[in-house]
């Protein structure tokens, strides 16, 4: 399933939400105030502005998707059962009606009445359930065509994938083809195609343009997840791990079920379909306000770079951000011109005497990054992420450090995991290698929101800024 698709798919169950949470809030306007019930129950306080109600549904049809995109729910294919999808979709709209309410109480400029808001619920909640069960049997008929279906392998040649390749085969509609085998030997198990070797499984990977990897190693290879964590490190690639036996790499996010045979979900992509749109809004909005806020400071520091000291005002440096790719990081000079020229790449030191008096003051307050906010705005950057490297340091972290790589499949932040525990200039880059993995892998907006809350703290303290 391509990256394309996959926003599509997750675009419209948005917008069918929306249109079934906005539309079930204006159906239980037009029953209240209909002929019969108003004759039954009748307006004591007149007919309310229609006005009031256009709002409210557009406000609750937003609210609602929001609250479900938040709890994951417009992650597809889905692998839960029917009943279990309308469960957590129930427990995230009540969510979102209580907000609602809350919302409702504290703003007075509109009242609505207690049998008007009972009716709301039940017909908004009635038109989710729905559209979720009719999209839920579209997305299946859409599998059976092959629209929007996820690309797997099997990796290793364990018997226990045998129930999962058999049952994906009868049952099409949960929208994950087996398409061949990654596996030690030459000859491909269970019949499928062999795609590639496995300590070649990121190469193949991306030449198969592969989704998600079932890893169901045999009992002599007990040693595949570790070989195969390495192989893939930096490649975007879902694993479902075969819990026989117990895996050596990696910790498990969640259990599902394919055909009475649990899975566990050991390598996710944090920012596959709208989730990494959500981010990129994110860091664009942001950004713009951050930079139109900091403008007159910037005109400040720029002046007294230029009254300090000869050279540029801006610092160009070669970086390296996501997929391993360069960029031309900004920043404002806070060294003499030709730093460099004697020592080559090193890091910046206590009391380094290559930096300037108003340098100094820059580095202290984090004030010399400023200009990474146009790096962010650009989408080489973003605002949370692992620090960007340069690359004649990233080749050595890379023979150096187990897993270095995975810092890039996400972009590089002004701001990191590691930067806001301590972690910053001159420390053990193993440790910084931690912690950017943990960020990488426990992804969520609000995570964000909270390391750029911490980064305020940290500027302050000025721990390691030098």
């Known amino acids: 399933m391509s990256q394309r698709a996959r926003v599509w798919v997750q675009f419209a169950a948005f917008s069918c939400d929306f249109v079934a949470v906005a539309g079930g809030t204006w159906l239980a306007f037009l029953f209240r105030f209909s002929e019969p019930i108003a004759a039954r129950i009748p307006i004591v306080t007149g007919l309310p502005p229609v006005d009031w109600y256009i709002w409210l549904s557009l406000a609750f049809g937003v609210l609602t998707p929001m609250m479900l995109l938040v709890g994951g729910m417009y992650s597809f294919p889905r692998q839960d059962s029917l009943l279990d999808e309308l469960a957590s979709v129930f427990k995230y ?20 009445s207690r049998l008007t808001m009972v009716l709301i619920f039940l017909f908004s909640g009635g038109c989710l359930m729905l559209v979720r069960i009719a999209a839920r049997w579209l997305r299946q008929k859409l599998y059976l065509i092959g629209v929007a279906v996820r690309r797997a392998a099997i990796v290793g040649e364990g018997e226990q994938a045998l129930p999962v390749i058999h049952h994906l085969e009868r049952h099409p509609e949960f929208g994950l083809k087996v398409v061949g085998s990654i596996s030690y030997g030459k000859v491909a198990p269970q019949g499928l ?38 192989a893939c490190y930096g490649v975007n690639i879902d694993f479902l791990y075969l819990p026989e036996l117990h895996p050596a790499n990696g910790r498990p996010k969640r259990i599902f079920e394919v055909g009475g045979v649990p899975l566990w979900t050991l390598k996710e992509n944090p920012f596959q379909g709208w989730m990494g749109i959500v981010k990129r809004i994110f860091d664009v909005v942001v950004s713009v306000l951050l930079i139109i806020l900091t403008l007159p400071l910037m005109a400040v520091i720029s002046l007294a770079i230029k009254l300090n000291s000869r050279g540029p005002l801006l610092f160009r440096q070669r970086r390296v951000g996501l997929d391993g790719g360069e960029f031309n990081c900004l920043k ?33 307050w984090s004030l010399d990054e400023l200009p990474q906010l146009f790096n962010v705005l650009r989408g080489d950057m973003s605002l ?24 890039h499949r996400v972009r590089s932040g002004l701001t990191g995991w590691a930067q806001v525990n301590g972690l910053r200039g001159d420390t053990p880059i ?15 907006l609000w995570f964000d929101l909270k390391i750029l809350f911490l980064t305020v703290r940290a500027v302050i303290k000025g721990e390691n800024s030098y």
């Not at 709209?93 to 609505?112: D, E, M, Q």
């Not at 990121?202 to 390495?230: N, S």
């Not at 000079?333 to 003051?361: C, F, L, N, Q, Y």
């Open 93 to 112: 709209f009540i969510s979102a009606y209580t907000l609602l309410l809350a919302a409702l109480f504290f703003y007075r400029g509109a009242s609505f």
């Open 193 to 230: 195609e062999r795609l590639g070797s496995v300590n070649k499984a990121g190469e193949t990977v991306r030449e198969h343009r592969l989704d998600t990897l079932i890893i169901a190693p045999a009992a002599e290879d007990r040693e595949v997840l570790p070989e195969l964590v390495a």
């Open 332 to 364: 404002f000079r806070s060294m003499a011109v030709d730093a460099e020229a004697k020592t080559g790449p090193v890091w910046a030191k206590p009391g380094d005497t290559r930096v300037t008096a108003v340098g100094r003051i820059l580095r202290r």
């Open 384 to 407: 949370v992420g692992p620090r960007p490297e340069r690359p004649e340091f990233v080749r050595q972290f890379e023979e150096k450090i187990d897993g270095y790589q995975e810092r």
């Open 430 to 444: 193993e440790a910084r290698t931690e912690y950017d993995r943990y960020y990488v892998e426990n992804w969520s």
